[in-house]
T-cell receptor, first 116, second 112 residues
Framework: NAGVTQTPKFRILKIGQSMTLQCTQD?????MYWYRQDPGMGLKLIYY???????DKGEVPNGYNVSRSTTEDFPLRLELAAPSQTSVYFC???????????????FGEGSRLTVL | LAKTTQPISMDSYEGQEVNITCSHN???????ITWYQQFPSQGPRFIIQ???TKVTNEVASLFIPADRKSSTLSLPRVSLSDTAVYYC?????????????FGTGTLLAVQP
């Protein structure tokens, strides 16, 4: 049972380059999220999705784009990378069904991105 | 969206009970309260969730007063491995508010 899988785990980008962080979950979860975490700081919500074809902005969406063409995949696109986007990126998912752990977010291992 | 406030850090010793309080004054009627634990270089991990009163599982207890404007995560007999950041998250998981925004978290340092 893989859970939430993120690739790549590490990446170094030059300023102005673009890239896509991949996120896949095999739990048939409707809700998916992208967070970034700067060193020593908390998690900031970038984008989220409540189902295939539906996405919405979080707290810090500028400089990023997402798509959700399938239930399983929720890629995060960085356009024109900047040093301020150096961070660890976490993808998470959860089911929407009721239960005692309704709010349980399942996180991937993170993607560490450095922009130089 | 319910904003949460937690102490930035707490210190404890092995074997002690630790209580971490989270304030969420504008919690909505349908909001649940969930606590997560995060170790360095890892994603947060679910600890416990509750709506009101008290919830207990194998690792922690969650106390929620009647007005639900705060909650307290209780960790019994902590060990060095409980050193981590603890986040309180408030959200309406089945409703229209699906933005799950984390607060600053509480860094718990357990000493021998």
């Amino acid at each position: 049972n893989a859970g939430v899988t993120q690739t790549p785990k590490f990446r170094i980008l030059k300023i102005g380059q673009s890239m896509t962080l991949q996120c896949t979950q095999d739990m048939n979860h409707n809700y998916m999220y992208w967070y970034r975490q700067d060193p020593g700081m908390g998690l900031k919500l970038i984008y989220y999705s409540v189902g295939a074809g539906i996405t919405d902005k979080g707290e810090v969406p500028n400089g990023y784009n997402v798509s959700r063409s399938t239930t399983e995949d929720f890629p995060l696109r960085l356009e024109l990378a900047a040093p301020s986007q150096t961070s660890v990126y976490f993808c998470a998912s959860r089911s929407g069904t009721s239960g005692t752990r309704t709010g349980e977010l399942f996180f991937g291992e993170g993607s560490r991105l450095t922009v130089l | 969206l319910a904003k949460t406030t937690q102490p930035i850090s707490m210190d404890s010793y092995e074997g002690q009970e630790v209580n971490i309080t989270c304030s969420h004054n504008n919690i909505a009627t349908n909001d649940y309260i969930t606590w997560y634990q995060q170790f360095p270089s890892q994603g947060p991990r679910f600890i416990i969730q509750g709506y009101k009163t008290k919830v207990t599982n194998e690792v922690a207890s969650l106390f929620i007063p009647a007005d639900r404007k705060s909650s307290t995560l209780s960790l019994p007999r902590v060990s060095l491995s409980d050193t981590a950041v603890y986040y309180c998250l408030v959200g309406n998981y089945g409703g229209a508010t699906n933005k799950l925004i984390f607060g600053t978290g509480t860094l718990l340092a357990v000493q021998p």
